[in-house]
């Protein structure tokens, strides 16, 4: 004779196996999705057909991210009215928000006459309107002096301004967050404390000397902020 509640517990354990299951299941997609960050999809470069109107902007070439291949979902129907068989389609990252207005494009395999993968196409990483997929045409330097993209020392120039950028960026972070949220955070200090004391019906002599100090201590705050936020410019 089984114990009573047996089935129960079998059913129970079951139960949690499916949740572990499910779990399990979850953070495999969490990582295998999360791996593209750290290894990001090759970039191709696309030459549409000749008279092909798919282009962007009227642009026969362009270069982006394959994200994923499918079968269109819009029917088609042929010169005789019946479907024909469907058509597959890629969905392209092609990043420039800010030239094209869009990031994704979805263009027909039919459409594409070759497809490559140039080593001189790069992928900057913007502060603003994410990533640029484009090819490089010269650094034009402070002094005016441009760098064309194929002499040997561009990739070397490119990758030390931009080290130099990063660390001006990180400098004028350090200033703003730090030093700047500092006077600031006092500023706010005397601002209430001197709303406390304003409101007060009897002050002390201690009161007073703190509301006559407090707009000379205002003064020089307002100073090394100036001097700080040029800096930061």
Known sequence: MRPSGESWVWVTSMGLSIGLTMIVFLIGMIVYNGLEVFWPKAVVKLELREGSTAG???AGVFAGEIVKRQEKRVAVLGEDGLPLPPAEELQLFVGNKDAYGFSFK??????IASMSSPVDLLVAERMEYGRAIFTPVAIRL???AEIAAVEPVFIGTLERLIREGRKRREEIKS?????????N???????LRTRAIEAK???SAADEERLLEAPVRTAQLQQ???VLAAEAR
Do not use: N
Not at 106 to 111: K, L, R
Not at 175 to 183: L, N, S, V, Y
């Open 106 to 111: 979805y263009i027909d395999v039919a459409e």
């Open 224 to 226: 090394e902020y100036e």
């Open 185 to 191: 955070r006092e500023m706010e200090r005397l601002r």
């Open 175 to 183: 200033i703003e967050r730090t030093e700047i949220g500092a006077i």
């Open 201 to 203: 019906a009897v002050r």
């Open 142 to 144: 402070a002094d005016g």
């Open 56 to 58: 962007i902007q009227g």
